[in-house]
């Protein structure tokens, strides 16, 4: 069974203070992809990144990178110089390939808090 | 490119009274999903469907809960009755192929507020 681990409810930062936020998962799948998504107190659900399982290779888009490493099942998300604008909740999900369900499994949720 | 559209953004009803939220996928999308979201809490998965179809309506409450996607026209999900822990924010998202893997895009949610 799939499964995505936010360990981390709430990140309270300072502007321009670098902050990662992690994503932990579970799968038996070999192919697999994980997304993450941005919902901002507006709350409508914004899509950021969706990774697959044979791409190791970091991305980086602005101020945002994303770190995925197989050997630890993990797929952490930095937010690079952070500022007010980043404060959102940040969902971490995974899709299986060939599992049982069509529908991806989302973490709990991170909140992140940027403080002026 | 149009993105998932969805109304009521807001929607206020009595308990008892029905609420019926639309959802209208991105061009090009023919599955639907939609999810709920509690205060505080992530997002359950409650039905999936393609045009005219119920493919997993594995997270829907037994009852008062219906969805459809007809040929025609934007996607519903209908709740009858409404009590008050219906209030939640619940959410569409849409996907092109329905694979499994697809990317899900959002809409921007219908917040229901039972009195």
């Known amino acids: 069974a799939q499964k995505v681990t936010q360990a981390q409810t709430e990140i309270s930062v300072v502007e321009k203070e670098d902050v990662t936020l992690d994503c932990v998962y579970e799968?038996?799948?070999?192919?697999?992809?994980l997304f993450w998504y941005k919902q901002p107190p507006s709350g409508e659900l914004v899509f950021l990144i969706r990774r697959n399982s044979f791409d190791e290779q970091n991305e980086i888009s602005g101020r945002y990178s994303w770190n995925f490493q197989k050997s630890t099942s993990s797929f952490n998300f930095t937010i690079t110089a952070s500022q007010v604008v980043d404060s959102a909740v940040y969902f971490c999900a995974l899709s299986e390939a060939s599992g049982g369900s069509y529908i991806p499994t989302f973490g709990r949720g991170t909140s992140l808090i940027v403080h002026p | 490119n149009a993105g998932v559209m969805q109304n009521p953004r807001h929607l206020v009803r009595r308990r008892g009274q029905e609420a019926r939220l639309r959802c209208s996928p991105m061009k090009g999308h023919s599955h639907v999903y939609w999810y709920r979201q509690l205060p505080e809490e992530g997002l359950k998965f409650m039905v999936y469907?393609?045009?005219?179809?119920?493919?997993?309506e594995s997270g829907m409450p037994k009852e008062r809960f219906s969805a459809e996607f007809p040929k025609e026209g934007p996607s519903i999900l209908r709740i009858q009755q409404v009590v008050r822990g219906d209030s939640a924010a619940y959410f569409c998202?849409?996907?092109?192929?329905?694979?499994?893997?697809?990317?899900?895009?959002f809409g921007p949610g219908t917040r229901l507020t039972v009195l």
């Open positions: 799968t038996r799948d070999t192919t697999y992809y």
């Open positions: 998202a849409s996907s092109p192929r329905g694979r499994r893997t697809d990317t899900q895009y």
């Open positions: 469907l393609q045009k005219e179809n119920i493919i997993d």
